[in-house]
């Protein structure tokens, strides 16, 4: 059964850090660019940062520059490193393929930044 479990949310100040963790099954780690998404209080889900299998990163504009991403092969984990947060990055965070294929979406992980 493919599973995607996100944690790492919390609350934190404007300017500070975060680092998102999503531990996917291999079954979709292994075949698929894994990327973070995130959905704001009465917004659509929006994508935010892919990184395939081979290492190639790719950002929204939004937060271009602040976040990166990264994935351990070995342990079926994708991160992601948010730096200089701001109020509007609050939202809830998932990780899933890039682009989604369907699996299930995990519970996804809050991340609230106070101004």
């Known amino acids: 059964q493919v599973q995607l479990v996100e944690s790492g949310g919390g609350l934190v100040q404007a300017g500070g850090s975060l680092t998102l963790s999503c531990a996917a099954s291999r079954s979709i780690f292994s075949r698929n660019a894994m990327g973070w998404y995130r959905q704001a209080p009465g917004k659509q889900r929006e994508w935010v940062a892919t990184?395939?299998?081979?290492?190639?990163?790719n950002f929204a504009d939004s937060i271009k520059g602040r976040f990166t991403i990264s994935r351990d092969n070995a342990k079926n984990m994708v991160y992601l490193q948010m730096n200089s947060l701001k109020p509007e990055d609050t939202a809830v965070y998932y990780c899933?393929?890039?682009?989604?294929?369907?699996?299930?979406w995990g519970q996804g992980t809050q991340v609230t930044v106070s101004s």
């Open positions: 899933n393929s890039v682009p989604v294929r369907g699996f299930s």
């Open positions: 990184m395939t299998s081979g290492g190639t990163t």
